[in-house]
């Protein structure tokens, strides 16, 4: 749910030959995007089917502290550490896990949110990861730190990024490692 993803495995005897071989999006570079950089949205928004929107890049790390006041998908808190691709590319319910690609017809991100007029999708390499962990381990194994983070981008602390640690829990492993509240991570 944090990341909208699923893996779909297809049995390749049941497909007829006329249909093979399949044609198959290839992830990207999103770090390669600049503001302004044309990119189209495909889904199927409202259950219209194969639906592709035009926009642009309008925000390279796009984040919603706090979660937006408690933005959940699934039950799981979104928008609090993910910087998404901002885009004005439109997006409804049914964009949702639908690629968001460049000119050249690579996915850069996967659509996650409609916030307005703007949209904001997975950066290619998370979903990438996460594609990865879910044919492998058949789910996403995330670890637990502990900490409350808040995002940072990287406009602040001279031009770093990170992550501001807004508070930690007391026992966790976050603590036993001597974080505190105030601290910046800027690697892992």
Same mark, same amino acid.
């Given at each position: 749910?944090?990341?909208?993803?699923?893996?779909?495995?297809?049995?390749?005897?049941?497909?007829?030959?006329?249909?093979?071989?399949?044609?198959?999006?290839?992830?990207?570079?999103?770090?390669?995007?600049?503001?302004?950089?044309?990119?189209? /949205?495909?889904?199927?928004?409202? #259950?219209?089917?194969?639906?592709?929107?035009?926009?642009?890049?309008?925000?390279?790390?796009?984040?919603?502290?706090?979660?937006?006041?408690?933005?959940?998908?699934?039950?799981?808190?979104?928008?609090?550490?993910?910087?998404?691709?901002?885009?004005?590319?439109?997006?409804?319910?049914?964009?949702?896990?639908?690629?968001?690609?460049?000119?050249?017809?690579?996915?850069?991100?996967?659509?996650?949110?409609?916030?307005?007029?703007?949209? #904001? /999708?997975?950066? /290619?390499?998370?979903? /990438?990861?996460?594609?990865?962990?879910?044919?492998?381990?058949?789910?996403?194994?995330?670890?637990?730190?502990?900490?409350?983070?808040?995002?940072?981008?990287?406009?602040?602390?001279? #031009?770093?990024?990170?992550?501001?640690?807004?508070?930690?829990?007391?026992?966790?492993?976050?603590?036993?490692?001597?974080?505190?509240?105030?601290?910046?991570?800027?690697?892992?």
């Amino acid at each position: 749910p944090q990341t909208d993803l699923c893996i779909i495995q297809l049995n390749m005897d049941q497909v007829p030959d006329s249909m093979k071989p399949l044609p198959v999006a290839k992830f990207g570079d999103f770090t390669t995007l600049e503001i302004g950089d044309t990119v189209l /949205a495909m889904g199927s928004p409202a #259950g219209v089917s194969q639906s592709v929107t035009l926009g642009v890049v309008a925000n390279l790390e796009m984040i919603m502290p706090g979660g937006g006041g408690g933005l959940r998908q699934d039950g799981e808190r979104v928008g609090d550490l993910v910087r998404w691709i901002g885009h004005d590319a439109v997006i409804y319910f049914g964009n949702s896990g639908g690629p968001l690609v460049n000119l050249n017809g690579e996915i850069i991100g996967v659509n996650e949110i409609g916030l307005g007029s703007l949209g #904001g /999708a997975i950066p /290619a390499d998370i979903a /990438a990861y996460v594609t990865d962990e879910l044919i492998k381990n058949k789910r996403v194994r995330r670890s637990w730190t502990g900490i409350v983070p808040q995002p940072l981008l990287r406009s602040q602390h001279g #031009g770093v990024g990170g992550i501001l640690v807004g508070s930690v829990v007391e026992g966790s492993p976050g603590e036993k490692a001597g974080l505190q509240a105030g601290d910046i991570i800027t690697s892992f």
